[in-house]
């Protein structure tokens, strides 16, 4: 199997501008979380899907954040408009329906918003 | 509420000792997983060992093994004859049965392996 794949891996954008951030989580996973990383706040969820489902987004941070999951092999990040303080480092994850089975991270998109 | 926490920002090694991340967590749910991960300087998320709530024994994956003190909520993370390729990031995560897949994080502890 591919792993999880992320595109792209690295996004540089101006404030205000619309960033989308792509997943393609492993075959037959049936959850997908989307993390952020940063310094200060460290691995945070902001999301997660069970069977293309949202099922706890209390971790977006505001309205400016939005997440998709059309189908069960892709999922979408959005922010719009997006702001400095958005810049991080942008983890999808996915797993199977055991809660023993452990997180499978993808490369994380490295977000620059100047 | 859930909570992980990982007291050691940072922990130096000297090559082919022993060492020991700590990490406590909270939880009223009976049913829980443990985790940890290893994330080296290239930014990559990779999974070490796992330990559920109600496993007897400790867990161990090569030269990683999990300290499970259940009754201290603690679940240090022990790696024998550290290698300089041991020098990462390393997370305990936590995952209860009532939060769903719902995993959370601690803040990290960095790793330094000596020569």
């Known amino acids: 199997d591919a792993g999880v794949i992320q595109s792209p891996r690295h996004e540089v954008t101006e404030m205000g501008q619309e960033v989308t951030l792509r997943c393609k989580p492993i075959?037959?996973?049936?959850?997908l979380f989307w993390y952020r990383q940063t310094m200060m706040r460290g691995l945070e969820l902001l999301i997660y899907?069970?069977?293309?489902?949202?099922?706890?987004d209390s971790g977006m941070p505001e309205d400016r954040f939005s997440a998709k999951m059309p189908n069960a092999s892709f999922s979408t990040l959005k922010i719009q408009p997006s702001e400095p303080r958005d810049s991080a480092v942008y983890f999808c994850?996915?797993?199977?329906?055991?809660?023993?089975?452990?997180?499978?991270f993808g490369p994380g998109t490295r977000l620059t918003v100047t | 509420a859930q909570k992980i926490t990982q007291t050691q920002p940072g922990m130096f090694v000297q090559e082919k000792e022993a060492v020991t991340l700590d990490c406590t967590y909270d939880?009223?749910?009976?049913?829980?997983?443990l985790f940890w991960y290893k994330q080296p300087s290239s930014g990559e998320m990779i999974f070490l060992i796992y330990q559920g709530s109600y496993d007897q024994q400790n867990a161990t994956e090569g030269r990683y093994s999990l300290n499970f003190q259940k009754a201290r909520k603690s679940a240090n993370l022990v790696i024998s004859a550290s290698q300089l390729g041991d020098s990462a990031m390393y997370f305990c995560?936590?995952?209860?049965?009532?939060?769903?897949?719902?995993?959370?994080f601690g803040a990290g502890t960095r790793l330094f392996v000596k020569a």
């Open positions: 075959s037959g996973h049936d959850y």
């Open positions: 995560a936590m995952r209860a049965i009532t939060g769903g897949f719902k995993t959370i």
């Open positions: 994850a996915s797993t199977r329906d055991l809660p023993s089975y452990e997180q499978y």
């Open positions: 899907f069970n069977n293309n489902v949202p099922i706890d």
């Open positions: 939880t009223s749910d009976p049913s829980y997983g």
